[in-house]
């Protein structure tokens, strides 16, 4: 992959962008904006948790972003009985008396963790040494995982019972949350049409693993003026209620705000973003289309919050 210089790269990345998308869209109707958010957060190296009720092809759109991508792919349903060499692998001896590693499903490039907060934290956190270091450690050896690497994970929103919630410290992990709507009528009758007919859809590879890494690196270079990353970071420091800065609603409505690396994702996200509207450089605008993805699963509300029906949507516009 050699282009003349950045500019090329960028124009080859947005055309890329919208070949992408209608591959997709030949298995997946509606949900640009998932499809929209899912594909900025494997170009910028960062996780996204998928949150919605049970049938609206959640796992069916991770594994076409796979396919599309030409990435090796693993699906790890989560249960409460499920160890944490289960996702990791474990070693065994074999028939030569000699300890061996054999490698769990994590080693792929695109895993999807199905069900998160159903499995216990103990194997939660077995995925958090993954997310973050990108390796994981097994009987003291350090194992690095396949790049690219993404977790896409998803979590049903309304079965509660016999689940566990995820941690602060691996939500913080996730790039975005992303929610996923129920299709509107014209787009159901069409889901309906198409998946009950004989025909089955051929998808192209339009990315291989080292476009990716490559564009992620490109993604990096990308300037940002500093009127944009103070926004970004104004916006984030908004949503804690400790902080001098911080307006009323997050004082009455919100117990804890977003970290850091909250700004570091808004910022990455912008300057995706940006590419993909074919302009150079992130603007306001694009770091505000990030928001809501970005601080919806950062922000934790209080007590009042809930029951006022305050919800973390209504908070995060409150503070745009």
Known sequence: MNYASDIDAAKALKEKFSVIKQAISKVIVGQDEVVDKLIISILCNGHSLLVGVPGLAKTLLVKTVADVMDLSFKRIQFTPDLMPSDIVGAEILDESRQFRFVK?????????????????????????????????????????????????????????EGTYPLPEAQLDRFMFQIWLDYPSFAEEVMIVRNTTGAATAELPKVLTGEDILYFQELIRRVPVPDNVLEYAVSLVQKTRPSNSTAPDIAKQYISYGAGPRASQYLILGAKCHALLQGKYSPDIEDVQAMALAVLRHRVVRNYKAEAEGMTQEKLIKGLL
């Open 104 to 160: 769990g499903p994590v080693f792929a490039n695109i895993i999807l963790a199905d069900e998160i907060n159903r499995t216990p934290p103990k194997t939660q956190s077995a995925l958090l040494e993954a997310m973050q270091e990108r390796n994981v450690t097994a009987g003291g050896t350090v194992y690095k995982l396949p790049a690219p690497f993404f977790v896409l994970a998803t979590q049903n929103p309304i079965e509660q």
